[in-house]
């Protein structure tokens, strides 16, 4: 919980994350996102106000950050997760295997260097390693740059996942709203080191003067929602997912 939490840029922040939930923070690059993370991660500690974190369960985070490359150490990607795994006291080399699939890497990639790889898979090798320690929490910044329009399908199913199979809690940070409203249970809005929304994904991707008075990008099945109903005049709904806004579409037309 943070309760009238302000450092530098970020100013007076109030809200509290949920258990079990997916949470996204969106805002325009340079709004407070990322420092918004360190602050939930127990980074920064001269900081005004109060973080209370409530449950053991936000004492057990993994962090995804931006820099994710400057972490890898050694000459192979095997390498890279058995090390935490030992930290961690398991030395179950099924494990290395499991959570490299799970991030959509095989066991090609063992014996391969982790600077030789693309920024996209250095992406997905750094959540692996995550995967890999079975942490509560997962704080993830940007996670979906860099990664082509079939990976970003399978890093969106593999979250969805984490917190339906396996209940964890997942707090992201990005300017992707699409993923957002994809995935999220609940969204925080910032800008300009202030949280501006914090509710429901509709409540805000539907809300044309919030995303334009906060610099917020519309998610594109919103836009493409908005565009039929105009041109139209048909009544629908909106959706998170485009099959179920074409089956829509498929029945006005019909």
Known sequence: MFDNVSYRDLKKLSFILNENKITFIVGESGSGKSTLLSLINGDICDYNGNIVRENVVFNKIGFLRQNYADYFFFNTIYEEIAFYLKKKRIR??????????MVGLDE?????????????EQKKLALAILLAQK???????????????????NMIKLFRMMKLKYGKT???????????????????????????FKGDKFELFTNKKLIDDYNINEPEIIRFTNLIKDKKNVKMGYRDDINDLMK??????K
């Open 108 to 120: 090609s990639f063992l014996n391969r260097s982790p600077f030789k790889i693309s920024k996209g």
């Open 92 to 101: 179950n080399e099924k494990q290395v295997i499991m959570a490299l699939k």
């Open 135 to 153: 942490f509560k929490v997962f704080l993830l910044d940007e996670p979906f740059t860099n990664l082509d329009d079939e990976s970003k399908k």
């Open 248 to 253: 829509d579409i498929y029945r006005f037309v």
């Open 170 to 196: 997942i707090v992201i940070a990005t300017t992707d709203t699409d993923a957002a409203l994809s995935l999220a249970d609940e969204v925080i809005g910032i800008n300009n080191g202030k949280v501006v």
